[in-house]
């Protein structure tokens, strides 16, 4: 584990007098343009494609408005924080054949640079600084007067002040009241991906679905079974958020802790095979290249997928109960 910095460590001085492109004004756009201008980032200069749904609520903010190619012309850093899935098109078609000479890029994700998206000029510091939660998660821990774990790292130091910049770019965004921590880029892009496949997003919703689909076979009513595969993971998640997963097992009832205890090396010893697999595919690159094809060919698989995911009985229950909860309020 490295030193962990502090809002008192940093200094903010690298982001002072430079105007700064936040490229993208989604959960993570928007919420690291609020936030730095919150902590005295004032050149600020939100940069969106032709069209975008998102420019009235920019101006609204109170940020000036502008395209991709005059950020780069325009701006001593980018923040570039679209979908990794665009990256490499932004930075072909807009930034790399307009970029101001000695421009900073500074990315959220180790994902572009590790699989090879973007290819940034030599002139360039290129640095990673991410905080680690969802983008919205970012500006509501910010106005509770927190901040999410960020971690940095250095991809290029061209100029000498590359980690600097880093540093306090994760301070601007309230980091430094949680801790702010050394990476790499291949070690945030592994651990970020294999975290949302194998466990955050794909073994949760692979497991719920499982779970409620062995209820519905022994004769469980639909509700039942939603609530107790898939509503309360929220509760489960929260008890392991504020207490570890200790924490966690203290808190829940014993029945529950024993029956936990037992299965878990069986489900353990099914999934190790598959956790392995996807750790291969990510690292060697086969992943990103495939969702940046389906991303570039407009997205047809992910549809398709997402269709038949809807399409699952436990959305029609969770659908009831979520109905029957509102008309009570």
């Known amino acids: 584990m490295t030193d962990v910095l502090y809002e008192a460590d940093i200094d903010m001085s690298p982001l002072r007098g430079r105007t700064l492109a936040i490229i ?8 690291h343009a609020l936030n730095l201008r919150d902590t005295g980032v004032k050149d600020i200069l939100v940069a969106l494609r032709e069209g975008s749904a998102n420019k009235a609520r920019a101006e609204a903010d109170g940020f000036e408005v502008g395209s991709l190619g005059e950020a780069a012309r325009r701006a001593d850093a980018v923040s570039l924080l679209a979908a990794d899935e665009a990256h490499g098109e932004s930075w072909r078609e807009h930034i790399a054949p307009n970029r101001k000479p000695g421009q900073a890029l500074i990315l959220c994700h180790g994902f572009s640079i590790e699989y ?45 002040g590359a980690q600097a910049l880093a540093k306090a770019y994760l301070a601007g965004l309230g980091c430094g009241r949680a801790g702010i921590r050394e990476t790499s880029f291949r070690e945030e892009a592994l651990a970020d991906i294999l975290g949302e496949q194998a466990v955050l ?11 409620f689909e062995t209820l519905i076979q022994a004769g469980i009513s639909p509700e039942m079974a ?17 207490r570890g997963m200790l924490g966690m097992y ?16 069986a489900i353990r010893d099914a999934v190790r095979p598959v956790f392995r697999a996807i750790v291969e595919d990510v690292t060697a690159g086969a992943f990103a290249q495939r969702w940046v094809a389906d991303y570039e060919a407009g997205r047809k698989t992910l549809m398709a997928r997402r269709k038949a995911a809807g399409a699952h009985p436990a959305e029609a229950a969770g659908a009831a109960i979520r109905a029957g909860a509102a008309r009570r309020s």
């Open 24 to 31: 993208g004004y989604g959960n993570h756009g928007r919420s």
């Open 116 to 160: 090879g998206l973007i290819d940034p000029a030599p002139d360039a510091d290129v640095v990673l600084a991410a905080a680690k939660g969802p983008g919205g998660a970012v500006r509501t821990a910010f106005e509770r007067g927190g901040g999410l774990l960020g971690f940095w790292a250095v991809h290029r130091d061209a100029s000498g």
């Open 201 to 211: 997003v794909g073994g949760v919703c692979a497991l719920a679905r499982e779970g």
């Open 226 to 242: 939603y609530i107790d595969t898939v509503h309360e993971i929220k509760y489960i998640a929260d008890l392991i958020h504020d």
């Open 250 to 265: 203290e808190a829940i009832s014993d029945t529950a802790e024993f029956g936990a205890h037992e299965v878990e090396g």
